[in-house]
């Protein structure tokens, strides 16, 4: 799998702001999965709908098997995204690859708008 293909097909879409990919490492398997972090543009919304055809150009093991919006993503001094477990605790919706069919289905809780808002008039 490319990260960089993955994160510049998500980055295409117009919803999201910032994509960036990395691995998990499952503490019981050790297996290793992929999984990718997006911020989402304000008043824009990622759907499943999109995420499948942004990645669909990626064959089928290249893919990402979570994608995962985060409220904002540290980046580093060069401002690339900057990924750690206390960014991914923050996550809201999440879509994992369904394997059989190829396709994202959405498993986590959806961004509330009250919480979104909330947060801006504090800003």
Not at 98 to 105: E, I, L, P, V
């Amino acid at each position: 799998m490319s990260p960089r293909q993955v994160e510049h097909a998500l980055g295409e879409l117009d919803a999201v702001d910032l994509a960036a990919c990395y691995p998990v490492v499952d503490a019981v398997t050790g297996a290793v999965s992929a999984e990718v972090a997006v911020t989402v543009r304000e008043a824009q919304t990622l759907a499943a709908e999109s995420l499948n055809s942004a990645l669909e150009r990626i064959e089928p093991g290249g893919r990402p098997d979570i994608v995962r919006v985060v409220e904002e993503m540290p980046v580093t001094s060069w401002y690339r995204p900057s990924i750690t477990d206390r960014t991914v605790e923050r996550a809201g919706q999440a879509w994992r690859l369904d394997s059989a069919s190829g396709a994202y289905r959405a498993f986590g809780r959806p961004r509330s708008s009250a919480v979104r808002s909330a947060k801006e008039s504090a800003r």
